[in-house]
Structure formats: structure tokens, C-alpha cells
């Protein structure tokens, strides 16, 4: 069985920009979760959809942003990028509800912001 | 707001000497308390998941504890192979699902 897929692997991007991040889930899975990794914070949860609906979400500012297509598919937008937006970017899937011993995670991608 | 601190931030080992990485958390209301293994360029693995105070799990060289407070993964007789970054994160059991995780142990267990 595949893995959770994410591309691309890394992307270079200014000031100013904005950048779209795709995932996907492992075949089946139908719950998707977005996180952010850096050396200071470490992992930090995004958002989850589950079904193309936003099921819950973590505290960043609006420029995050994601959606989920009908084959679970999702993506994430981050508009007007900041340095501070220069992080690891991991997706994680799983069957059915978000829970830290049924997720599965993609390689990530690196986001760096110049 | 739910909060996880790991320490130490990294720690280096020589091979088979035994030592232990803690994950101290705040949460209101315990859903699960989850272990992850993370090589550089991937992503996390899962490697347990502790509910409740008193619980333990093994897995060869790795053993992980709960009490109230606080979680231990103990690794016994480490090799070179377990070297990697080792997260710890909680998940509140009503409310916002979403996981918290610390910033982990970097693990380097040289030859």
C-alpha cells in the first residue's frame, strides 16, 4: 500500500508570495492533517479535514489555509509568505478520526521563504 | 491551552549505555499521550500510545511510562540504529482534537 504522498518535496519562494501544498492520503484514508515543523516550535497542527470539510483547526493566522477534494486529496495555501513561513511542512492521514496512534505521516515539504 | 516540554533537547550516547528522554505535559483531560520516532528528511513514525497513569509499553529496546505529570521512554542498550529525533504529543479528550506535540530529543547513539 502507498504511502501518505507529498509534493513537492521542496520549493523556494520571497517575500510576498504565495505557495500551494499538495498531500495525498493513503488510499482509503478520508482525514487529512496539516502541520508545520520548525527547530523553535516544533510540530505545530494546522488544520483537519475530514470529507472536504474543515474539522478542526490549530491557531495560525488566516493566510493559512487548506481544502479537501472529494478523493481526499487536500491541499494548503499559504498567501503573502513571511520569513518566519520557512518551515517543514508535514501532512499525516488517517482512516477516519484524528488521533495520534492512527495518523500517518508524508516525507514533508521544505518551505524556504527568501 | 495543552502543553508539552521535552528534555533534554539532545543527547548523545554511546553504544549500550541506557538512559531515559521525558515529556512533561499539561492537558485538560487525557486522551492519549502518543510516542514518534522521527529519521532526518521523513516524517514521524508512530511508536506508542500511553492512556492513562501507570501504563507502560515496550518495544525492543524501548520502554515508555506514564504518571500524571509526566511520560518516560526508556531506551535500554541502545545501538547506533536508534538514533533519531523522539517526539512526544497529547491529545485533549474533548474539544479541539487536535495533537500537541514538544519539540523533541534529538538521540545520537554513536558506535
Known amino acids: 500500500k502507498a504511502g501518505v504522498t507529498q509534493t513537492p518535496r521542496y520549493l523556494i519562494k520571497t517575500r510576498g508570495q504565495q505557495v500551494t501544498l499538495s498531500c495525498s492520503p493513503i488510499s482509503g484514508h478520508r482525514s487529512v492533517s496539516w502541520y508545520q515543523q520548525t527547530p523553535g516550535q516544533g510540530l505545530q497542527f494546522l488544520f483537519e479535514?475530514?470529507?472536504?470539510?474543515?474539522?478542526n483547526k490549530g491557531n495560525f493566522p488566516g493566510r493559512f489555509s487548506g481544502r479537501q477534494f472529494s478523493n481526499s486529496r487536500s491541499e494548503m495555501n499559504v498567501s503573502t509568505l513571511e520569513l518566519g513561513d520557512s518551515a517543514l511542512y508535514l501532512c499525516?492521514?488517517?482512516?477516519?478520526?484524528?488521533?495520534?496512534?492512527?495518523?500517518?505521516f508524508g516525507p514533508g515539504t521544505r518551505l524556504t521563504v527568501l | 491551552e495543552d502543553q508539552v516540554t521535552q528534555s533534554p533537547e539532545a543527547l548523545r550516547l554511546q553504544e549500550g549505555e541506557s538512559s531515559s528522554l521525558n515529556c512533561s505535559y499539561t492537558v485538560s483531560g487525557l486522551r492519549g499521550l502518543f510516542w514518534y520516532r522521527q529519521d532526518p528528511g521523513k516524517g514521524p513514525e508512530f511508536l506508542f500510545t500511553l492512556y492513562s497513569a501507570g501504563e507502560e509499553k515496550e518495544k525492543e529496546r524501548l520502554k515508555a511510562t506514564l504518571t500524571k505529570k509526566e511520560s518516560f521512554l526508556h531506551i535500554t542498550a541502545p545501538k547506533p540504529e536508534d538514533s533519531a529525533t523522539y517526539l512526544c504529543a497529547v491529545q485533549a479528550n474533548f474539544g479541539n482534537e487536535k495533537l500537541t506535540f514538544g519539540t523533541g530529543t534529538r538521540l545520537t547513539i554513536i558506535p
Open positions: 499525516a492521514s488517517s482512516l477516519w478520526e484524528l488521533a495520534g496512534d492512527t495518523q500517518y
Open positions: 479535514y475530514f470529507s472536504e470539510t474543515q474539522r
